[in-house]
């Protein structure tokens, strides 16, 4: 919380600094719909995303040109759906055994809350008609009211006919939550008072809500809001039409990007059992022009980095070789990011332009999963069994908060639209630190194989550069 309110208050003191803008109040209503995304430590079972309503109104205060203050009165509900691995009884070969997710009562559980949410954050605008937004902060949200419901757990093991039961249960969630908020979206003016916004947000919560299964609370939301600004207008209004007019002079320009990405863990052992895994990245990029051949960039991306694992192992998501190990385990680990890199670019060229780059990053872990499966046999004299698992694990305990590395990158620029470039970067990211976390839930220090992994991917991604001062 603290290293949020210092980001917040450099921030504004950053708005201050740029040229005057006249002040103007915003308020209107949004609504959509959201998917929620418990994460955390759960290995036990899967925990499915559900639709669940938003709807709330929202206050803006624009201050600058491009910088504001918003704030938030939501009505949001949470809908989880869990069920839990299970043994479902079979007979030897051929009709093997199979452990998967079962829909069936009593293996399920379900959770549904509903919350009264205020984010407070900072929008970054663009100064043009059709605006492009982004914006980051934190929430807090007090439980309205939730609703359990599930059958009564049990043990059914392959080799045993013993079936035990425990008594049902109510756990009781905590009261309140908060956490970080993240949003990108568009905007567009229906008249001088009137805008009408496009958000795809992502809350991402930071306390343990669910305490039996330390599960954190999260959620992927797509709005549609109707903003007025004409009720304390006092100075001179804005002209979007004349918003951000190229010159010469400009030195500061806006990269909206979306692309592909192939990644990997780079740990220093057992390199053959993991292989790439496609992702995907999306985010803006701010770049200061300091002369002709030269500016600084800094990005905000959300990128989904991660690996595939095919092995003989004890683990799921890393190489285990343990005693019995399981004989095949094929699964792919999705590790999600907020990167922020810090970049020197260098060009050559005008119009079309070529450029090379190079920099630091640091990326904050918003989740972690494990999914795919594993087969395991056992065989004798007389009898086979296969074990099929389906694996759907959150694994964001084991994974580090912090991720930090370097870039190295380039790419070329077309102008198209008058004033506008096409943006097409191909970048390499080498993470410097070790992810992994072999003390997670109080573990005695993990003694096996490949206590490290390290993130390396390759990225290709396509943008627009718009000139915004």
């Known amino acids: 919380m603290k290293n949020i309110i210092i980001v917040l208050s450099i921030v504004a003191l950053f708005g201050y600094s740029l040229p005057g803008y006249p002040q103007k109040f915003t308020a209107g209503l949004m609504s959509g719909v959201n998917f929620s995304n418990l994460h955390g430590e759960l290995t036990t079972g899967r925990w499915q995303a559900k639709p669940g309503p938003v709807s709330g109104i929202f206050f803006n205060y624009s201050f600058k040109e491009l910088l504001s203050f918003q704030t938030e009165l939501d009505y949001t509900a949470l809908y989880y759906a869990y069920k839990r691995y299970q043994y479902q009884p079979g007979n030897n070969y051929p009709i093997p055994f199979k452990q998967y997710i079962i829909d069936q009562s009593p293996s399920w559980e379900k959770w549904d809350f509903s919350f009264y949410r205020i984010p407070i954050y900072v929008k970054f605008t663009t100064p043009t008609r059709f605006q492009f937004e982004l914006s980051a902060g934190v929430y807090f949200s007090f439980l309205g009211n939730y609703d359990y419901s599930g059958g009564i757990p049990y043990i059914n093991y392959p080799w045993s006919s013993s079936v035990y039961f425990y008594p049902e249960y109510n756990p009781e969630p905590s009261k309140h939550d908060f956490g970080y908020f993240f949003s990108t979206g568009v905007s567009y003016p229906l008249n001088k008072n009137f805008r009408v916004y496009l958000n795809g947000r992502y809350f991402y919560g930071r306390r343990d809500f669910i305490k039996t299964v330390d ?185 580090k ?60 991604m396509v943008g627009l550069q718009i000139p915004v001062y």
Request: hydrophobic share 30%; net charge negative.
């Open 215 to 399: 599960g954190k609370n999260g959620a992927t939301e797509l709005t549609f809001g109707i903003g007025y600004s004409g009720l304390f207008r006092k100075n001179k209004k804005l002209n979007p039409e004349n918003s951000g007019k190229d010159t010469p002079e400009q030195r500061m320009f806006l990269k909206v990007r979306g692309g592909l990405n192939l990644s990997r863990n780079i740990g220093d052992q057992h390199n053959n059992s993991y292989s790439f895994r496609n992702g995907f990245s999306t985010g803006i990029s701010l770049v200061y022009l300091y002369n002709e051949n030269s500016s600084l960039q800094t990005d905000v991306l959300f990128e989904r980095k991660g690996y595939k694992m095919q092995d003989s192992s004890d683990s799921y998501f890393r190489y285990v070789p343990g005693d019995y190990p399981i004989d095949e385990v094929d699964t792919k680990i999705d590790i999600d990011y907020l990167l922020i890199p810090l970049l020197y670019n260098a060009r050559f060229g005008n119009p079309v332009s070529v450029y090379f780059n190079t920099g630091p990053y640091a990326g904050l872990n918003l989740n972690a999963r494990c999914t795919g499966i594993a087969i395991n046999e056992y065989s004798s004299d007389n009898c086979y069994t296969l074990i099929e698992t389906h694996v759907y694990d959150d694994i964001e305990g084991y994974i």
């Open 401 to 460: 908060d912090i991720d930090w590395g370097w870039v190295l990158g380039g790419g070329i620029q077309f102008p198209v639209f008058g004033r506008y470039k096409l943006d097409i970067e191909f970048r390499y990211n080498y993470g410097l630190k070790n992810i992994f976390d072999p003390l997670y839930n109080n573990q005695m220090a993990i003694l096996y194989e490949d206590k490290t992994i390290k993130n390396e991917s390759f990225n290709l």
